[in-house]
């Protein structure tokens, strides 16, 4: 068994250490894992048969924005172009429709801001973790 993953995570069998004495959080990409925890800055994914270990820069629960920028930027990143994407869109609707003498302008504009938001920063910071590089260590 590699000791270290493709991003270059610590993997540690549950047979070396069968319990996690940590706290469970939500904060953070699960990436299949069953349930993960959070040690001050040491994130650890748990798995059928073993742990997933990386140290972050930032603690997510003491120093958001300096997580959100330094360890997790493909997030930040889709919340800055969803949130410009969905008032742009949803102020274009929301005006056309006004134009029109429309009652529901102002619900038309929210909505469709909020679904064009929420779907540009799901796609944008799915795709760029995705083009994250990968660094597998070759520990032979």
Known sequence: MDFIDDECNIIIPKSVRPIIDSRETNLGKKNGSKRQFRYNKLHI?????????????????????????????????????????????????????????????????IISGAIIGTSSFLSLSHTISTMKPKNKIDMS
């Open 45 to 109: 994914r748990e798995y059928e048969n073993h742990y997933s270990v990386h140290m972050d820069k930032y603690n997510p629960e003491e120093n958001p924005l300096g997580h959100l920028i330094f360890d997790a930027p493909e997030y930040m990143i889709g919340l800055i172009m969803g949130s410009y994407l969905g008032k742009r869109y949803g102020n274009l609707i929301y005006q056309k429709l006004k134009k029109d003498k429309n009652p529901y302008a102002v619900g038309c504009g």
